[in-house]
């Protein structure tokens, strides 16, 4: 009898486990509004970095019961195909279903570990459409712009309220309404012929909330409209309305902290984010709305759809060698895979355990736009023609240790897969000077937002930079990523005679973490027009006042302003603050 319930109880254990985690995932988002209405930043940064440690938590305590259950039969399979026919008849009509069949995945893979994916015992696979199904009740509000754009806009926030004031509604009421016949004008569209749907979920993250929906117009795509909602010591207001794609991916974009928003169907409010973001896929689309798990199945599975249409193989990404990460990528893909080396070479001092340390840190800490997203896997398999023997062999000197090798496959026991990027340095190789202007702007923004959210990429070479489809500039080395509150920026002490002043070697005392801002012009940038423009647009950088007041702000527990969408939208810009 024991033997028959086994697989039903570890099965209903999961599922329990499953739904707790659900209830508080809910929890969670759901305040996020009460948190925006009290301008609780701290609370509401706090919940997005527990909401990542919460799934890891209950994940591995969900495997310690079903461990216990299964004491010695916890590598029989024949129990674990049972196991999952038994956890599948009970979601396949769940809301969630998607999401419950990754924690699912998530735990036999914690309780199997060095064990690749198996299609028998996981779900690999989506069990059919990755929609669940459509709500009863539409998950957004619908709006016509008839009498009037004015009457219109003065509907939306009898939908939209908050329990905190707003500074001028009506003022921005009018804001909204110029912007939208300036965004249809451009579309060449009549407002009298276009649908307004707004998400009846608010999206809160750091210091903002926004309103997102679309226009619909029968003979047109749907066009975003978003409306980023600031709170301050005046009250709420509307800062901007926002229409354009790039600030839009900008908005949503991978290298970006995820978002807290209470979903039900999770999968509807995907196909809603689809339609306004077609460039994103729909593994990043999960990854925004805090899904972060089953955004990783979801690239998972396009990868493998991906190996099924193309036959590329594997090879050495562009760019200088890094001392410590090995990156390849395949010549058709979108995406770099990153392995620790077995050995780093000189000067890195750097552990493999502290580099892992760094990319959990990236993850769970405020993005900003500026640093990559990435995928951890570990007991990758890839088909073993997918390697010249060539290649192969050279990985084996670089990443030997990770690597398990057949005649059919290669397994990669640990890895990091990230959005593909042009290296910084790479592209000032090839660009104009405007475009220089442009990323050389954009790689001291990169730098001063990472220091506004406490981190200081320590190594800020051009090569560890990226440049992405839009022209961003994000960060993708880690290994001597900190914390900015940890580093102590120093000006050189003046030579105290003509011997220190000839010296070759550093005549002061260098501690780990001490920082000279004023050595950066010698290696930061080689060319001296490109440097030059740094130093116009950026040179407070070399400035140790820069970085010491900086420092001064996050000490006293601020929280700075660091926009996701160009500060030309804003309002305040646009009509003056009238």
Not at 264 to 278: C, G, N, T, W
């Amino acid at each position: 009898m024991f033997e028959k319930l086994l697989p039903y109880d570890v099965a209903h254990t999961i599922l329990s486990e499953y739904i707790s985690y659900y209830r508080q995932f809910k929890r969670i988002t759901k305040r996020a509004k009460i948190r925006f209405e009290n301008r609780d930043w701290h609370g509401i940064q706090a919940d997005a970095k527990a909401r990542i440690t919460m799934y890891r938590d209950m994940v591995g305590d969900t495997t310690t019961k079903i461990l216990d259950l299964l004491g010695e039969k916890s590598e029989d399979n024949g129990i674990w195909r049972e196991v999952r026919k038994m956890y599948f008849e009970e979601i396949v009509n769940f809301n969630t279903r998607n999401i419950a069949e990754t924690f699912y995945n998530s735990v036999f893979r914690h309780s199997h570990k060095g064990l690749s994916v198996d299609e028998e015992l996981m779900f690999v696979h989506s069990t059919g459409t990755y929609r669940e199904f459509q709500s009863t009740i539409p998950i957004f509000h619908n709006f016509t712009f008839l009498p009037s754009i004015e009457e219109t806009t003065g509907k939306i926030f009898k939908q939209f309220t908050f329990d905190a004031p707003f500074e001028d509604l009506e003022r921005d009421q009018g804001y909204i309404a110029d912007s939208l016949r300036k965004c249809l004008e451009s579309y060449g569209i009549n407002a009298s012929d276009v649908r307004l749907e707004l998400l009846k979920s608010i999206f809160f993250r750091n210091k903002g909330a926004y309103i997102v929906g679309r226009l619909l117009h029968p003979k047109a795509k749907p066009i975003p409209f978003v409306m980023p909602v600031l709170h301050d010591e005046n009250g709420i207001y509307i800062d901007a309305l926002l229409w354009n794609d790039g600030d839009l991916s900008s908005i949503f974009s991978y290298n970006r902290s995820y978002f807290l928003v209470e979903v039900d169907i999770v999968s509807e409010v995907v196909d809603f984010l689809k339609s306004i973001l077609p460039t994103k896929n729909l593994g990043e689309l999960y990854n925004s709305i805090g899904f972060e798990k089953h955004g990783k199945t979801f690239f998972y599975r396009d990868f493998l759809r991906h190996l099924k249409a193309h036959e590329g193989k594997f090879m050495m990404a562009p760019g200088i060698r890094g001392m410590v990460m090995s990156v390849f990528t395949l010549p058709e893909y979108n995406m770099v895979f990153k392995v620790i080396k077995d050995e780093f070479a000189p000067p890195k001092k750097v552990t493999e355990k502290e580099i892992k340390a760094k990319y959990e840190l990236v993850n769970r800490h405020d993005r900003v736009g500026r640093m990559s997203d990435s995928y951890m896997f570990e007991n990758l398999v890839v088909d073993r023609k997918r390697f010249t023997d060539e290649f192969l062999e050279e990985l084996k000197g670089e990443i030997g240790s990770k690597l398990v090798i057949t005649e059919e496959t290669v397994e990669i026991k640990h890895l990091y897969i990230e959005k593909k990027m042009i290296p910084l340095n790479l592209f000032l190789e090839k660009c104009s000077m405007e475009e220089a202007e442009e990323v050389i702007n954009e790689y001291g923004k990169a730098i001063k937002q990472m220091a506004a959210v406490n981190i200081f990429p320590g190594d800020m070479l051009l090569k560890n930079f990226g440049v992405t489809r839009l022209n961003r500039v994000v960060f993708y080395d880690y290994d001597e990523i900190g914390f900015l509150t940890e580093y102590n920026f120093r000006v050189i002490p003046e030579p105290r005679d003509e011997y220190e002043e000839m010296s070759g070697e550093p005549y002061y005392h260098i501690g780990p973490n001490d920082v000279f801002p004023e050595e950066f012009p010698r290696f930061l940038i080689g060319n001296p027009a490109i440097r030059a423009i740094f130093h116009r647009l950026h040179g407070n950088l070399y400035n140790v006042k820069f970085w010491r007041e900086t420092q001064k702000r996050l000490l006293r527990g601020e929280i700075m302003d660091v926009f996701p969408y160009r500060r030309r939208r804003r309002f305040k810009k646009v009509y003056g603050g009238q």
